[in-house]
Structure formats: structure tokens, C-alpha cells
């Protein structure tokens, strides 16, 4: 239990750490200032071009890669492992060191802990599927929407199929249910036709 309530702390904490927001104080632009005012890659990647947006971006997949990774090396629980991957992407979005504000949508970090928790055998090819659904829609936002839950329905076919714990698609639906409220602005812009397709600048 000692080691879950450390892994539970360390992970929502690391995954508050505001990566877009220190990436940009770096060229001197603060991402809370521009664009949707929300410290995300992409926010970050619309005012600095593509490159600065994909380190921040990878830096978020770390924030929920590493944690998942700890808690399957040291715990055994499979409800504790599923929470402790859960919540880096809780931090991002409601990240303390700005008052719970000012937070992400967590789909990278969402990504990274995916990733740790599933392997990069099962993980890819939906990766692939997200890249399709990009390509297909040309919006980030509606991509993002959908695509979570698209991963919750294959981690409870693969449960289904043994290859992983029940609690793992409870996992999916948490993150998915969080993704969607974090996108719930974007969902209203899409249902009034005002959602942006972006080119970024490189």
C-alpha cells in the first residue's frame, strides 16, 4: 500500500509538470497568453511551428509513460496499476502548480501511459488508426474525441480475449471520459462549425 500511495503522488505530480508552458518560456512565450490559452503542445505548436510542439508533446508522453512503468515493475494489483497510469493524465489536465488550471487535454500523456501499459505490439496499430482518423478529419480535436474510446473498445476485446485484466478497460474508460470533458470546447466549436482545421507553421 506505501508503494501505491508514493507511485499514486508521484504520478499525478509528474504529470502536472507543465511541459508546453517551460518549453515556451524558453523562446519567451507564455502559451497561457495565445492561441486557446491552455498549455498544450498543440497551443505551443501554433505560435513556435511543429518542432517546438514535438518536444513538448514527447515530454508529455514521458510524464505518462514513466509512472505506468513504475507502477507495473513494483505493484501487483492490477486496479492500482490502471489508477497509477491513470493519473498523469489527471495532473495534466488539472495540473497544481497552476491552481488546477490552464490544464492540457492529456492525450499524449494519455498515449504514453497506453503505451507502457499495453506494450508497443498492441499499441502501434492503433496509433496508426489515430494517424488515419487525423488524416481523414484534418481536425486534432475530433481526432482526439474519438480515438480514446476507439482504444477502450480494443482493451476490452483484448480482455476478452485474455491477452489483458479487466481493470486495464476500466483504465480506457477513465481516460477517455476525462479526454472528452478536457475537449468538451472543442466538441461545442465542432457542433457549431467553427472548429479550425490547422496547418502549422514549421
Avoid: C
Amino acid at each position: 500500500m506505501i508503494k501505491f500511495i508514493f507511485l499514486s503522488i508521484f504520478a499525478y505530480l509528474f504529470g502536472s509538470i507543465p511541459t508546453a508552458f517551460l518549453v515556451g518560456k524558453i523562446k519567451k512565450v507564455d502559451v497561457r497568453e495565445i492561441g486557446s490559452r491552455s498549455i498544450t503542445h498543440t497551443n505551443l505548436a501554433r505560435a513556435l511551428g511543429w518542432r517546438y510542439g514535438i518536444i513538448s508533446a514527447t515530454l508529455d508522453v514521458l510524464k505518462g509513460a514513466i509512472p505506468t512503468l513504475l507502477a507495473k515493475s513494483f505493484l501487483t494489483n492490477n486496479w492500482q496499476i490502471a489508477l497509477v497510469a491513470f493519473l498523469p493524465t489527471l495532473g495534466h489536465d488539472f495540473p497544481i502548480f497552476f491552481k488546477f488550471k490552464y490544464g492540457g487535454r492529456g492525450v499524449s500523456t494519455f498515449f504514453g501511459a497506453s503505451l507502457a501499459l499495453v506494450g508497443i505490439k498492441f499499441f502501434f496499430p492503433l496509433f496508426l488508426v489515430w494517424i488515419l482518423l487525423l488524416f481523414l478529419t484534418k481536425i486534432t480535436g475530433l481526432t482526439n474525441l474519438i480515438f480514446p474510446w476507439i482504444f477502450s473498445a480494443f482493451l476490452y476485446f483484448w480482455y476478452r480475449l485474455g491477452f489483458f485484466p479487466f481493470e486495464y478497460f476500466i483504465f480506457g474508460i477513465l481516460e477517455s471520459t476525462l479526454i472528452s470533458f478536457a475537449l468538451r470546447n472543442n466538441l461545442k466549436r465542432l457542433l457549431e462549425g467553427k472548429e479550425h482545421k490547422t496547418p502549422f507553421k514549421f
